[in-house]
T-cell receptor
Framework: AQSVTQLDSHVSVSEGTPVLLRCNYS??????LFWYVQHPNKGLQLLLK??????LVKGINGFEAEFKKSETSFHLTKPSAHMSDAAEYFC?????????????FGQGTTLQVKP | DVKVTQSSRYLVKRTGEKVFLECVQD?????MFWYRQDPGLGLRLIYF???????EKGDIPEGYSVSREKKERFSLILESASTNQTSMYLC??????????????FGPGTRLTVT
């Protein structure tokens, strides 16, 4: 069975400093992995996705993530945080138990950016 | 531009009322999904549909039903609303092609309050 664990429920950084949001996954297959962002009172927006091509994936707004199979991790990073990055972030893995297009969501990490 | 719309952003209903939440996508996607989002619990899948008139239960289908009469529209129905169904409801859709997994596109959400 597939699962995903976000290791921090809340991360606080200062504006201009690096961001690291950690995600570990469990999958018996080669998974598809995603990061979504949700700003307050908004729907979810796709930041980036990994689908077995390059292990370093670049997304929107300067975010990137690296797929590390040996560590079963897919951590999200950004070199320099901006105030507008404050939001909730979800790490997501595809559910490969059936060909249904279902996704499995982590519990979310709230990113706070301090001025 | 990709678009998923939901009929209401905010909704207040009384206990026992029948509630309809509507979702429309304009991307000709095969798959559509309904989630509820609660603090600390992340996103939980209620129902999904991979074709017109087809539906599958998700992780928490109790107290809900769905309808998909047209490809672009997926409705969530609360037959008799209860206070524990107060939540944010998110609709999503995705493309399907063989065994490839594609990202889901989300609507803005409906915040439902049942009093």
């Amino acid at each position: 069975a597939q699962s995903v664990t976000q290791l921090d429920s809340h991360v606080s950084v200062s504006e201009g400093t690096p961001v690291l949001l950690r995600c570990n996954y469990s999958s018996s297959y080669s998974p598809s992995l995603f990061w979504y962002v949700q700003h307050p009172n908004k729907g979810l927006q796709l930041l980036l996705k990994y689908t077995s091509a390059a292990t370093l994936v670049k997304g929107i707004n300067g975010f990137e993530a690296e797929f590390k199979k040996s560590e079963t991790s897919f951590h999200l990073t950004k070199p320099s945080a901006h105030m507008s990055d404050a939001a909730e972030y979800f790490c997501v893995v595809s559910d490969l138990s059936g060909n249904t297009g279902k996704l499995i969501f982590g519990q979310g990490t709230t990113l706070q950016v301090k001025p | 531009d990709v678009k998923v719309t939901q009929s209401s952003r905010y909704l207040v209903k009384r206990t026992g009322e029948k509630v309809f939440l509507e979702c429309v996508q304009d991307m000709d996607h095969e798959n559509m999904f309904w989630y509820r989002q609660d603090p600390g619990l992340g996103l939980r899948l209620i129902y999904f549909s991979y074709d017109v008139k087809m539906k599958e239960k998700g992780d928490i289908p109790e107290g809900y039903s769905v309808s998909r009469e047209k490809k672009e529209r997926f409705s969530l129905i609360l037959e008799s609303a209860s206070t524990n169904q107060t939540s944010m409801y998110l609709c999503a859709s995705s493309y399907s092609a063989g065994t490839d997994f594609y990202e889901q596109y989300f609507g803005p959400g409906t915040r439902l309050t049942v009093t």
